[in-house]
């Protein structure tokens, strides 16, 4: 089973492709897109979409984990990041890719067993978890690789 683990943003999108193979967890791939923040939100959202489109052709995922909004602290970001979550959803659902969604206190939960865990508990388990040559330092790299454990550990699967 191949998943696709994704943190959705209109600045960085963090992407992480996880083969469950024999119950391991094995991370094939994981990056970012990343769009500049000198261009208008349409040319950003167009990136997104092309370069998500270029993955998954790649990669040929079986399904998608992606984070849910749930909270935002910071209202000036809600908007553009759901407009990259729908982005995001429209070219899952375009390619056939099921997709599974997570708020962020149900990916600390799957993974930790604790709701409100911190991201260096939430790090310490992935890193536990997947067999990897070298872990990503981009945060939400990271949280992508999180999102799609989350979604292989649910019942959803």
Do not use: H, W
Not at 67 to 74: C, G, P, T
Not at 116 to 145: F, G, N
Request: hydrophobic share 40%.
């Amino acid at each position: 089973m191949r998943i696709i683990g994704i943190d959705p943003g209109l600045a960085i999108v963090g992407y992480s492709i996880i083969d469950v193979i024999n119950e391991e967890y094995i991370l094939s791939a994981s990056g970012s897109i990343q769009t500049s923040k000198d261009k208008t939100d349409a040319s950003r959202l167009l990136e997104i979409e092309t370069d998500l489109e270029t993955i998954l052709n790649k990669y040929k995922p079986d399904s998608a984990s992606i984070e849910k909004l749930f909270y935002f602290k910071n209202q000036k970001t809600i908007i553009p990041v759901a407009q990259a979550r729908g982005v995001i959803l429209s070219v899952l659902e375009k390619n056939s890719v099921p997709i599974f969604e997570y708020t962020p206190m149900e990916v600390k939960q799957i993974m930790t067993g604790y709701g409100r865990a911190t991201k260096a508990e939430v790090a310490k388990i992935v890193e536990m978890s997947v067999k990897y040559k070298k872990l990503p330092k981009l945060d939400d790299t990271l949280d992508s690789i999180a999102i799609a454990l989350c979604c292989s550990r649910s019942n959803n699967l």
